[in-house]
């Protein structure tokens, strides 16, 4: 007992954790107790006990884990913070409690769960039950189940989520255990009371027999959907309506209750969707084909057993679609169509909104099949039309309803009716408004008329649903003609109609099927709204206009719609060229009678009489395309033209006018020619009718803003009154007529006013009356064009206004070509209302005046300065100047910043006085107000925190004053707002939460950034100050009627437990309070309407138009956005233009960049998609977001295609004046572009392809060429479009693809189109078999990539191809391909079949050039390459894939703005080598050169070479394009070309003087000699017919060249390493080349390459050269074609450069040689080395690294900054060791030579000192004043510290910058050496460009010049192996290299010794010769001789042996 009592002491919770299970079980008893008795849930008792519940659950001893789980169960019950301990009590729950043998621990457990469910935890719970049912205890499994089971029982489907348990339950029924089987069985029959048949599809593959049991066990269910019998804590309201219904036993609610329930799951939702495409026989499309049915019965069957499964992955269906519809539209046989269609019903339900992208193929097709009068066949198509309408809407398919609703067949017509009649079913009150409505209202009561009764029952049919869903009243005007007798009949049919879910009529406006909208219910009114606000958007934004295109006549608004897509051809303006008199005559006499022509200027007026008569019979006749009307027209203006005496022939004429007009394609100049002899009749008495019909046909052709801003201008420029008059009264009559659409109202508001102070009364009264017809569309803001007109006539102007009062806009009756056509693009959307006004734009229309030029530097320097007086002096300026200017634009120059300053100024009146400023700027910059919000509108806000309170109220009403005009969505995106509520100022806070409290209601949503507000909020709920406080808790409600109480509730949790208290308590209260939203703000605007003079119409349509505040655009401005009806209503309403005045496009330095580097390190998708995913879209969205204009993005992403439109419309304006952001984003504009390639839609597709070309022109223009990422993001998506099956959509692509061409590399765009031919698409195929041809017509077969042989074996492979355009493509291919290269194709192309063969001689015959022809067109397409940087491959900028294309891009446009004058014919170009060859001739001998003169300055010969291009001698002005050529020929493929260049070369290199003329072409120069090095290797070396004495004086000459260079060693020094470590391959390539010593004097070449080598070892960079043998042995180790022995050599230089090191230690830059390393080392591990045949790789590492430690000790370690992943480094590990084990010794070494060393090591300074003292010299560099300082002290530093690195502080400065401080330190080092500055100023900034490229990108140049030599050594057939021999009969290894670099440092330096070697060379050959397999031993050793003046000799002799040769 004494133990017992130990523990009995114990407070409850000790015991409860006590070892001894009496302790344990006492304490859970105690702790039951009390958690029973404590009433308070959130005492601090219950948190004493948060850890402990998992162990009373988990107890090991049985019987104290039953009284644990009662504890525990009771704190679950009782406390506030129980829910903490959800995961981990469940989790204990399932594993310890489950598998207990006692029933009562078990039951608990469940009862714990389901306590969880009850304090709002079901998630965790059911997320840890479905866990336990991967239990391997079945006993878990089985409680698991249960417990589900009973959860779902009590609580019903919307708190257990049914999708995972039914996903997991078949898997149940396979259990091996019967218990699980019979539970799963259990829970099967409960779920199945929630949701019935939703349950059926995921079990249908569960063992039969269980099925069966399931289905028993189903039937016997009552039909009554269960209820929810235990409720949420938050669900208290519910459960005391169950309990008071319970007690009343009443069942009042059954019916809604069960609907809602039945709807609450989708069967779909709970399936999982199955990939059908790869399962699709692979001969389908074969089949599908065939010419027996049989076949083509298979196939569908296969696809229609594919298309049962119920849900479908998505993919691209759009071939199978095509396929099924071509059968469908043309299969004979009617079975068939009736499998087709089952298919298309099964795909539209398995894809459900997916499939909405193909609907619009598909429908018409469906809807002319219903011609068919098999029953079978039309039901199949009735389903097949009814799912594809679901996953679509209903205004998407109007049109191709529309089109067949006038079909001469009843059957369709009939069909079609019947179509909407149950498609109606499934529409809303909201999803089907009155513009949707209307035009099918129309048609149908066209077919209530109609002949056939099926057509007329069908059509009463769809009325009355309509009328059934919408209502009576909404459906009663547009039946106003229809008799008694039909009305009744449309009613009887309504009441008939069951809408699905028994909801009866328009009052359940909410009602969907339960297929299309499974959460749909019966909406309260409050609710509606928001639940249905994006279809209605959407539906009447796209239709609101229709009907209003045309006259209000019965039936017209269909026919007007059916015959949209006629007219798209006219929907682009006509434009045409000025046509010669001569060449009118010449058109107008093919078209006109002779005798009509004679008589036109005849003197008999009689004569003209019928002349016109003739004239109008020929305009009536004549075909439109055919008519050319500016000849017309020129012809009648021909004298006597408009001063015409007679009236009968001048009304003749201007009827003539309107007919050409009306019926050809009229153009603006056109137009021009007639509009002032029309302006000149208007005011004649009997011509003036003709005129103005003539005038009105023009702006049906020409646009009526363009015609009207004509004529009223041309009228007024002359002085007849009558005239001005009668113009004016056309105009007025024309707006009505036409609607106001786009009138450009500040293009003749000048002239109107001219016209009021009209001395002639019919002028002024003329006027007044346009005026009036103006009110009726713009409303008041037109009288703000004329306050300052007379009072008198202001009166006038007043009481015309009256009179127009109350009065609403006409119907449009006319509409210009463009306008009707457009409508499909959607023009009308934004231009149109239904009034034919353009409310919207008023604002916009408004004269504003840019005052950016008025806000000079004084003004703002006297705003900012420090006197008040004069502060005050420029605040009554600037106000002033907006006084002044009435209205202005948002340009308002340095102001903004200026009055920013003034908001916080120390003197209160000032600030007073800004404030009024800025209100005066709201009133008079209207909506542009916009984009100064964030600059001038938050610091406003922070004036509110001012302790005056005069201040506070000017401020309140500033801010009013500007949320009038932007709206509130600005002041709610961001943190702004959230930022100025986190002042701690009492004021402030009041201030702004008392306006958010008014402001937040009126607003139907609101960003999600309010969410960063609501913190700040939470903390003015507890503020110190009481006004605060209260203010806090009114705002609380309007945040909550936003955000949402769960949202707010949970971000409650990051406050301290007892603030969170408080605030819980407050958002209760708050909850109660809450307003609701907005149902439609257009109503609070309602008075308002009448003030504008708007018709109810317009009114109603704004009210569907304003579903949301973002929303851009008011349908004729109808209605104020927010706050008191009438105030300012047309500014609120006007959403459209208040942004547009700022940039679309924002350029964010190094975004593209950024991006690049994202997409290649897989942080974001890779734009690679068949079909654009949403992830795809979103993640596009948000990259634009920081690039574009919220408004633009709004609108480019915007549902309605008509907004895209717009969108682009912008874009298209803004492209040359934004040009150089929109190459910033041109990446992302390209991938949107991709996206809208995959919509249906033809009208968007075209303007994308309009801008696209305007686009390439612009970045042609710019010279702007398009990166490996952007190409590869947009030229496949494209290239997917050049197979579109419509004509105008290809030929668009295709000009397109040419475009291309200017802006990427024809080469890099080929693979490309080869990867089109291989589509499916036949269209598609055919077109890049012939853009393929066009490429290789205009570029030559170098465009063909990989390899002309592989690319042609692919072409030639559609020679067979099944249709017959892909085959003519692919032979016209094939042609081109034999035109540029002859009989070779017959090679290139392989094997072909007999026939194929045949068909291609055939064409060949028929069609190829002749031979003669094929020179000329090779030197037109090298001219086309000289010319244009099109060509493939192009320039020296061309960049390799693996750089980075920002700065690639960078040094490309760098390139071209500092050498506009050097075109790209100077710059080295690969793709020109070969044809050097023909375009050189006549070179001269090298005769004219004596020995002597070789070391003497001399002039440089002229080559004697055909001109090569025209501008030859203009180029040649320029030092630098001179170099450039003469380095091109370097490279020629023509011997004597080549040395006759080098030997000018080197002529400038030996003269001292000169010699740096050559900098900055080092690169250059070394490249293209390592290209004639492989040159002569792989094609002059194998070519027997090339004389070998010229090989050798061309390596002599490359030899001799080289090595003057490289004694030179400032131009030595700037060789890059890319283009070193292809020197030393081509070098050690030649000594190790046999072929080379076969040839007379062969071993001399040897033995100058040893010394060259030496030679660049020793003058290059050394840090360079160490990079570039390093990485050359890891190329040399990695390749398995390179041999040993080159290894081997690169080595042994290796080695000497270690044996430097202690000379160049300080000159190195370490940190680039470690990180070679470092990458040789991730190439080739330790372990990986050691595989090597040979250990010396290892051994030179282990050396190198361990000289570099000895000779820099532990500071080694402090140069591995460039390496990304030191840890993971095995250099760093390897260095510490090496360090380590060397420290000891480092002491005894002091005395090898290394005092130089050690002295620089020493002498360097601590980092932290280095960097303080750079970094002040680089700010001295940067500011304006200290510059040349800076620079000296940079200078002087660099001489002190050579080794220095300035890498860190130039890295993140522009290229500028760093070009210019290396400019600099250039001008000073030649001042101090007294150099003389380079002459030519043209040579000075290629040498800076060319010194700055090579520095920043040293890799850029060898790797695209090496790819692209690669490709041309491909294109001769050469092999890239620098031996031809076998391993078996390698040669002996020769000395050369090794014995110059192993031994030590020479002493002598004999010609004798040398002359010893080479004859030992020659023994050893001849030796070889004769023993075939014999091998030499080890390579004798010999020194090496040092350059001397030996060397000098040695060359002048061998150039007089060259010399000798030649003559």
């Not at 009617?334 to 269609?341: D, E, G, K, Y």
């Not at 009716?417 to 149950?422: G, Q, T, V």
């Not at 074609?1681 to 000379?1703: D, F, H, Q, T, Y």
């Not at 190195?1708 to 080392?1721: A, E, T």
């Amino acid at each position: 007992m004494g133990d017992d009592s130990e523990w009995m002491k114990l407070p409850i919770d000790q015991k409860c954790e006590h070892k001894v299970w009496k302790a344990r079980l006492n304490g859970y008893e105690e702790a039951l107790k009390l958690f029973q008795k404590i009433e308070d849930e959130k005492s601090p008792e219950w948190g004493k006990y948060l850890g402990l519940i998992k162990k009373f659950v988990t107890d090991s001893n049985a019987v104290a884990q039953l009284k644990g789980l009662e504890a525990a169960l009771a704190f679950i019950e009782n406390a506030h913070v129980a829910g903490k301990t959800t995961g981990e009590v469940v989790s204990g729950v399932v594993t310890k409690v489950f598998n207990q043998p006692k029933a009562r621990a078990k039951e608990l457990g469940m009862d714990i769960c389901l306590m969880y469910i009850e304090i709002e935890k079901s998630e965790v719970v059911q997320d840890e039950l479905l866990k336990g049912l991967d239990n391997k205890n079945p006993k878990i499994v089985v409680a698991c189940i249960e417990t589900l089971r009973k959860a779902l029982s009590e609580f019903g489907s919307k708190i257990v989520t049914l999708k995972p348990v039914v996903k997991v339950l078949p898997k149940q029924f396979e259990s091996r255990e019967k218990a699980v089987r019979d539970e799963s069985k259990l829970l099967a029959v409960e779920i199945y009371k929630w949701i019935r048949d939703a349950l059926r599809p995921p079990l249908q593959n569960i063992n039969s027999v269980q099925l069966k049991e399931l289905e028993e066990e189903w039937v016997k269910l009552p039909p009554s959907a269960p209820k929810q019998t235990r409720f949420l804590r938050s669900q208290q309201d519910l459960k005391a309506k169950f309990e008071q219904q319970q007690a009343q036993g009443g069942e009042q609610s059954d019916g809604d209750e069960e609907e809602e329930t039945a709807a609450a799951v989708d069967p779909y939702d709970l399936l999982e969707p199955v990939e059908i495409l790869s399962k699709m026989p692979k001969d389908f499309y074969d089949k599908i084909e065939a010419k027996k049915w049989q076949e083509r019965k298979e196939a569908l069957e296969a696809v229609e057993a594919l298309t049962k499964n119920p849900k479908l992955e998505n993919g691209d269906y759009g071939d199978l679609v095509r396929a099924l519809k071509k059968v469908v539209g043309k299969d004979a046989n009617v079975m068939l169509v009736s499998m087709a269609a089952k298919c298309l019903a099964g795909l539209a339900s398995g894809l459900r909104k997916k499939f909405g992208t193909y609907a619009g193929q598909v429908v018409p097709t469906i809807l002319e099949k219903f011609k068919e009068k098999k029953l079978q066949v039309v039901q199949s198509l009735q389903e097949a039309i009814d799912a594809i309408f679901l996953t679509t809407t209903l205004q998407n398919l109007s049109e191709d309803i529309l089109g067949v609703m006038d079909n001469k067949n009843p059957s369709i017509k009939q069909q079609a009716s019947l179509f909407l009649a149950r498609s109606f079913r499934h529409c809303m009150q909201a999803t089907l408004p009155k513009s949707v409505l209307k035009p099918f209202c129309a048609a149908l009561i066209k077919q209530v008329n109609d002949s056939a009764p099926e057509v007329r029952d069908a059509a009463f049919e769809a009325l009355g649903t309509a009328m059934k869903v919408v209502g009576e009243k909404a459906v009663n005007p547009f039946l106003a003609d229809l008799d008694k007798l039909k009305l009744d009949k449309i009613k009887e049919c309504a009441d008939k109609v069951e809408l699905p879910g028994g909801k009866k009529g328009a009052a359940g406006g909410g009602s969907a099927s339960g297929d299309k909208k499974p959460a749909a219910k019966a909406p309260p009114a409050a609710e509606a709204p928001p639940k249905s606000s994006a279809p209605p958007k959407k539906s009447q934004t796209a239709s609101a206009n229709k009907p209003s295109a045309g006259p209000a006549k019965k039936g017209k608004p269909a026919s007007a719609a059916g015959g949209k897509a006629k007219k798209t051809s006219d929907s682009k303006e006509t434009t045409e060229a000025e046509i010669s008199p001569e060449a009118c005559e010449e058109l107008a006499a093919a078209v006109l009678p002779a005798t009509c022509l004679q008589q036109l200027d005849s003197g008999n007026w009689k004569e003209r009489l019928a002349s016109m008569e003739e004239f109008q019979r020929a305009v009536e006749t004549m075909d439109k395309a055919a008519m050319p009307c500016q000849a017309l027209v020129r012809m009648l203006a021909k004298k006597p033209g408009w001063k015409e005496t007679n009236f009968q022939v001048m009304q003749m004429k201007l009827h003539i006018v309107a007919l050409v007009a009306q019926r050809g394609q009229f153009s603006k100049t056109s137009a021009s020619v007639v509009l002032d002899g029309l302006v000149d009749k208007i005011g004649d008495v009997k011509c003036g009718g003709n005129a103005k019909s003539a005038l009105t046909a023009i702006g049906e052709t020409c646009s009526l803003p363009w015609t009207a801003e004509q004529v009223v201008s041309l009228a007024f420029a002359q002085k007849n009154p009558k005239n001005q008059a009668e113009t004016l009264n056309w105009l007025a009559n024309a707006m009505k007529e036409f609607g106001f659409a786009g009138i450009n109202v500040k293009g003749f508001i000048n002239n109107v006013k001219t016209a009021l102070g009209a001395t002639n009364p019919a002028v002024r009264t003329a006027a007044i009356a346009l005026l009036g017809v103006m009110y009726l569309y713009m409303g008041q803001p037109l009288r703000m064009f004329f306050e300052d007109e007379k009072p008198a006539l202001l009166a006038q102007i007043d009481a015309e206004f009256e009179k127009m009062q109350g009065q609403s806009p006409p119907a449009p009756i006319r509409s210009t070509k463009k306008t009707a056509a457009a409508e499909e693009e959607g023009d009308e959307g934004g231009e149109q209302d239904e009034d034919g006004g353009a409310g919207q734009d008023i604002m916009d229309l408004l004269p504003r005046t840019d005052i950016s030029d008025k806000i000079t530097s004084d003004l703002v320097s006297k705003i900012e300065d420090k006197n008040w007086k004069i502060r005050k002096e420029g605040l009554d300026e600037a106000a002033a100047v907006i006084s002044e200017a009435k209205f202005i634009t948002p340009n308002i120059g340095e102001l903004p910043l200026a009055l920013k300053g003034r908001l916080c100024d120390s003197n209160k009146i000032l600030v007073q006085q800004t404030l009024s400023i800025l209100q005066q700027l709201a009133t008079a910059m209207g909506p542009g107000l916009k984009q100064h919000v964030k600059a001038l509108g938050f610091p406003v806000i922070t004036v509110l925190g001012d302790s005056k309170v005069n201040l506070r109220t000017a401020a309140m009403a500033t801010l009013q004053a500007w949320v009038e005009q932007t709206g509130m969505k600005d002041w709610l995106e961001g943190e702004d707002l959230s930022e100025e509520l986190k002042r701690e100022n009492p004021f402030l806070r009041q201030e702004v939460l008392g306006w958010l409290a008014e402001k937040l209601p009126t607003l139907r949503s609101v960003p999600a950034d309010l969410m960063l507000c609501v913190p700040q909020l939470f903390a003015c709920l507890e503020d110190r100050n009481a006004d605060v406080r209260k203010k806090a808790q009114d705002a609380l409600p309007t945040f909550m009627m936003h955000l949402g109480y769960d949202k707010i509730n949970k971000a409650t949790g990051k406050l301290k437990p007892a603030s969170k208290d408080q605030v819980v308590a407050m958002l209760e209260k708050a909850r109660a309070v809450m307003p609701a939203k907005p149902a439609a703000p257009a109503k609070t605007g309602g008075k308002g309407s009448a003030e504008q003079s708007r018709a109810p119409s317009a009114s109603r349509t704004g009210e569907d138009f304003t579903d949301k505040p973002e929303a851009k655009k008011v349908r004729g401005g109808g209605a104020a956005k927010k706050g008191p009806a009438g105030k300012k209503p047309a500014t609120k309403g006007l959403k459209d233009d208040e942004d547009k005045s700022g940039p679309i496009f924002i350029l964010v330095p190094n975004a593209k960049e950024q991006r690049i580097k994202e997409e290649k390190q897989l942080k974001i998708l890779k734009w690679n998609f068949i079909t654009p995913r949403d992830e795809y879209v979103e993640q596009l969205k948000t990259q634009m977001a920081a690039c574009f204009a919220k408004w633009l993005l709004d609108e480019m992403f915007h549902f309605d295609f008509q907004r895209q439109v717009k969108a682009i419309g912008v874009m298209i304006e803004r492209l040359n004046s934004e040009s150089e952001a929109t190459v910033g984003c041109l990446d992302l504009i390209l991938k949107w572009i991709t996206l809208r390639f995959f919509e249906t839609n033809t009208t968007i597709l075209m303007k994308v392809l309009e801008y696209l070309k305007l686009l390439f022109t612009m970045l042609n223009r710019e010279n702007y060429h398009l990166t490996e990422y952007e190409a590869n993001s947009f030229v496949p998506y494209l290239i997917l479009k050049v197979g579109e099956s419509k004509d105008v959509v290809r030929k668009d692509v295709r000009v397109i693809l040419g475009m291309l061409c200017k802006v990427y590399p024809a080469s890099k765009l080929f693979p490309f189109l080869m990867e089109g031919t291989k589509s499916k698409n036949s269209k598609q195929r055919a077109e890049c078999l012939e853009e393929l041809g066009c490429l290789i017509e205009g570029y030559g077969m170098n465009v063909c990539q990989p390899t002309p042989a592989k690319s042609l074996k692919e072409i030639a492979v559609h020679i067979g191809d099944r249709d017959t355009s892909v085959r003519n493509a692919a032979l016209n291919t094939v042609v081109a391909v034999y035109n540029v290269c002859g009989d070779q194709v017959y090679k290139l192309i392989g094997n072909l079949s007999e026939k194929d063969m045949s068909m291609l001689e055939e064409r060949i015959k028929r069609s190829a050039k002749k031979t003669p022809a094929a020179p000329a067109k090779q030197s037109a397409a090298e001219k086309t390459q000289r010319e244009q940087p099109t060509n493939p491959n192009a320039t020296f900028l061309r960049k390799p894939a693996q750089e980075d294309p920002g700065k690639l891009n960078q040094s490309r446009q760098n390139a071209h703005s500092d050498h506009p004058s050097i075109p790209k014919e100077f710059q080295l170009d690969l793709d020109m080598i070969e044809q050097d060859q023909r375009s050189v001739c006549e070179l001269p001998d090298l005769v004219q050169h004596q020995l002597d003169e070789l070391l003497e300055p001399v002039m440089i010969p002229e080559p004697k070479i055909r001109s090569i291009s025209p501008h030859f001698d203009d180029l040649h002005s320029s030092t630098a394009s001179t170099i450039n050529f003469v380095i091109s020929q370097v490279a020629s493929g023509d011997i004597g070309t080549s040395i006759q260049a080098l030997a000018q070369i080197d002529e400038v290199l030996r003269q001292e003087d000169k010699a740096d003329v050559m900098s900055g072409h080092i690169d250059q120069l070394l490249i293209a000699t390592i290209m004639q090095l492989r040159l002569i290797n792989s094609t002059h070396l194998a070519d027997d017919r090339v004389d070998k004495t010229d090989l050798i004086k061309l390596y002599s000459c490359i030899m001799g060249n080289m090595m003057s260079l490289f004694s030179m060693e400032t131009l030595a020094r700037e060789a890059s390493i890319g283009v070193l470590k292809d020197l030393m391959h081509s070098l050690i390539t030649l000594m190790l080349d046999i072929r080379v010593e076969d040839v007379e004097d062969g071993t001399q070449v040897i033995r100058s390459v040893n010394l060259l080598v030496i030679r660049v070892l020793e003058h290059s960079d050394q840090t360079n050269i160490f990079s570039a043998l390093l990485v050359l042995l890891q190329d040399t180790l990695v390749s398995n074609a390179g041999s040993l022995k080159v290894s081997e050599l690169v080595m042994k230089c290796l080695w000497r450069m270690i044996r430097l090191l202690p000379e160049n230690i300080n000159s190195l830059n370490l940190d680039r040689i470690l990180l070679d390393v470092h990458n040789f080392m991730k190439v080739f591990p330790k372990e990986k080395l050691k595989q090597l045949k040979t250990d010396v790789p290892h051994r030179t590492l282990k050396t190198l690294c361990h000289t570099l430690c000895r000779l820099t000790g532990v500071k080694i370690l402090d140069h591995l900054s460039m390496i990304e992943n030191r840890n993971e480094s095995e250099l760093e590990a390897y260095l510490r060791r090496v360090v380590k084990h060397s420290g000891n010794l480092s002491g005894t070494k002091s005395d090898r030579g290394n005092e130089k060393s050690a002295h620089g090591t020493d002498d360097r300074m601590s980092k932290a000192k280095v960097s303080d003292i750079l970094s002040e010299i680089f700010k001295k560099i940067g500011s304006k004043e200290n510059t040349k300082e800076g620079l000296t002290e940079l200078y002087e530093y660099k001489q002190k510290y050579s080794d220095a690195d300035l890498e860190p502080f130039l890295r993140n400065t522009s290229q500028f910058f760093q070009s210019y401080v290396e400019r600099g330190l250039r001008v000073i080092e030649s001042e101090r050496e007294g150099k003389p500055r380079i002459q030519s100023s043209s040579v000075i900034p290629q040498h800076n460009v060319e010194s700055s490229l090579s520095s920043s990108n040293e890799e850029l140049k060898p790797a695209v010049y090496y790819e692209r030599l690669k490709i041309l050594r491909q294109r001769q057939g050469l092999e890239n192996t620098t031996r031809a021999l076998s391993s078996e009969d390698e040669p002996p290894q020769r000395p050369a290299i090794s014995s110059l670099l192993s031994s030590k440092p020479s002493v002598a330096s004999s010609t004798d010794m040398l002359h010893s070697k080479l004859s030992q060379l020659k023994e050893s050959r001849e030796l070889y010769q004769q023993e075939h397999n014999a091998r030499s031993g080890s390579p004798t050793r010999a020194r090496a001789a040092s350059p001397a003046t030996a060397n000098l000799d040695d060359l002048k002799k061998r150039l007089e042996r060259i010399k000798s040769k030649r003559q």
